[in-house]
């Protein structure tokens, strides 16, 4: 039985805790869009997968603290924050909000909605 979009992303975003990018990926459809608001968007799983690889070259993980979510069909909003854990061991806190658009148990579309002033600053 496939999941609901909101446990689709629940699980999804549990999975950024350690850097498995495949288990990350494969969640995505093959023509997925990621957009970090207010950068340019990454088209494509493997477009995004090398995204991903080269963000974890610098974190152990990210631990996703989801504080709200809601869903409306096939689209999910969360209000939540992620923790980006170095591997100096810092740990970096960047309050975002995810917009997820689901189609047949895969995310089609992510947009996250966050201040790019925190990461500057943090990884200054």
Request: contains cysteine; proline residues 5%.
């Amino acid at each position: 039985m496939p999941r609901s979009p909101g446990e689709l992303v629940t699980q999804f975003c549990a999975l950024w805790s350690t850097p498995d990018v495949t288990a990350i990926v494969e969640n995505l459809a093959e023509d997925a869009v990621y957009q970090n608001i207010p950068m340019d968007p990454v088209q494509g799983r493997e477009a995004i997968r090398a995204f991903i690889e080269s963000f974890f070259a610098q974190l152990d993980g990210i631990d996703f603290v989801i504080h709200r979510q809601v869903s409306d069909g096939n689209l999910v909003f969360n209000e939540r924050t992620d923790i980006m854990r170095t591997k100096s061991g810092k740990a970096i806190e960047l309050p975002v909000t995810g917009v997820f658009e689901v189609v047949d148990d895969k995310i089609a579309a992510w947009r996250d909605y966050f201040d790019m002033n925190t990461l500057v600053q943090a990884f200054s």
